[in-house]
């Protein structure tokens, strides 16, 4: 029960940060934005992307959610490089707290931001005229996938952090990695398009799971792969929060 | 029960630095207790090591009798550590920041808001509670970290550098609470400091420390005493013949140049005692001055080198703007 407590503090002071000021979080939106409003509206016209009976950017509007949220999390261990630089991460070890419910927190504040893009996209969506399955309870998972998300990437990042150490390494490694987690995904074209070589990297991403989740709980109601997909994410969500909740404390040796 | 007790504590780290080579002391509850050493000297790792943060290479180290190694979990719950950096979070308010770590330090909600209201009392931020952090003074803040630790009443608190980088209005402002706090709960504590006066105005007890060791632990006043007494220097005209003095007047050290230096104790109980007898002697006096020992003289004495400060310039601008910058 304590650690629990301790995870949903750890969240809660993330919230508290972006309800004073959420400047940072509106400007990470643009980029999403762009995708739909540019790439999306130029490659509407190419019908061979999108399965049939759906535009281009109902298709990609999934994968430009899971993109934005994956981008977040993926540069949150600049976050806790940057809380280790100051005293705060060390503060917040010495106190009775475990450490991995420390690191869980972290997560799910990444989380709490990655929910606020999440709000965003559906927003720019509806705004669009860009038709998706607005059903609560698909919302409703695909709010819990977005939190998933968060929480495996911002682990992983955080694990990065742990050996990595510096603010400028954790901007070089987060580049580096986003954009083929982003391109090696279904996220803006179908896997079957890719070559032979690139569809491997494509299914072992997570990214990809998460996007066809997204697609069949937003786009084609059909749930049928949405077990394998969660499990996959659930996989690598707990693989990478375990990792980190053991190597965090290298940040402050 | 002593409140700590730390013996044959060794640490070295991967590139085989010894930071910590075996040290080995106690401190009693309720005492203030100052690790004094130039950068380097291993008093931080010594700290990191007492509040769980790393693991030392060998040794031993208990807080109120808890080993720091057996059960980390424990000594948490009983300490408050105040890092050298900044550990508030300037995008929250002062109030906000207190909040997060009474929930983190598990204290019963019944009791948040009084134990908050209590610290923010105490460190004199009341009245600037709900302002972010960010817009605080550096002086301020470093308060603001040490209500933080007292939100858990704990019963040793450890305080990193509690002044560095302060200016000297935030400096002295620090310095008392940290005093007051000892003596009106009692408050175990252990500083560590390069600033010799600010170890002789508040230790009760000190350790000297340089690379990795302890010198001497004693207190300000002995180790003082140790280094020998007051010099009380007279200026007379150069040609003046030497004075012998009373043998209770002190030690006539040299007579030269014009120059009196003479070695006592309590040297300023001394001096009319100096002008009477030189006035006897009808030995006109140009200035007479007082030295006493510091305990920088001591660091000379036990560590053989002069506590280098220079390091600690840059230091000191840097930290509100740390904190300022945001991410």
Known sequence: ?253 | MKAVEVDGLTKVYGRGTRALDGIGFSVDEGEIFGLLGPNGAGKSTTIKVLTTLIRPTSGTARVFGTDVLQHPQQVRQMMGYVPQAISVDGDLTGYENLLIFSKLFYVEKSERRARIDEALEFMQLAERADDLVKHYSGGMMRRLEIAQALVNRPRILFLDEPSIGLDPFSKNEVKSRVRELNRELNMTMIVTTHDMVEADEICDRVAIMNAGRIAVVDTPTRLKESVGGDIVTVRVPPATAAVSLPPDLGRLLSSEGGEMRILTQNGEEKIPRVIALLEAREVPIESISLAKPTLDDVFIKYAGSRVDQGRYVEARSERRNFARRGR
């Open chain 1, 1 to 253: 029960m304590r650690s629990i407590a301790s995870v949903v503090t750890v969240a809660e002071m993330e919230a508290r940060k972006i309800r004073h000021d959420s400047t940072e979080l509106w400007m990470r939106a643009i980029q999403p934005a762009l995708w739909l409003l540019i790439f999306g509206e130029v490659l509407n016209s190419v019908k061979v992307l999108a399965p049939a009976g759906y535009s281009y950017m109902q298709y990609i509007a999934p994968g430009v959610l899971a993109q934005s949220v994956l981008f977040v999390a993926i540069f949150y261990g600049i976050t806790i490089v940057w809380e280790r630089d100051v005293g705060l991460l060390t503060k917040l070890l010495s106190t009775p707290s475990p450490r991995s419910s420390i690191v869980i927190g972290k997560a799910l504040a990444s989380a709490v931001r990655g929910v606020f893009q999440a709000v965003v996209i559906f927003a720019l969506s509806l705004l669009l005229g860009i038709r998706l399955r607005f059903d609560p309870l698909d919302v409703l998972g695909v709010f819990g996938i977005v939190v998933m998300l968060s929480m495996c990437f911002s682990s992983f990042s955080m694990i990065l952090a742990s050996f990595l150490k510096t603010r400028d390494r954790m901007m070089g490694i987060g580049q580096v990695l986003t954009m083929p987690l982003f391109f090696a995904s279904s996220a803006i074209y179908p896997i079957s398009l890719m070559p032979y070589w690139l569809k491997y990297v494509a299914y072992v991403n997570p990214l990809s799971y998460v996007v066809d989740a997204m697609r069949s709980l937003l786009l084609t109601g059909d749930y049928s792969s949405v077990p394998l997909d969660l499990g996959a994410l659930v996989v690598a969500t707990v693989f990478f929060v375990g990792v980190a909740s053991v190597v965090v404390k290298r940040l402050v040796q």
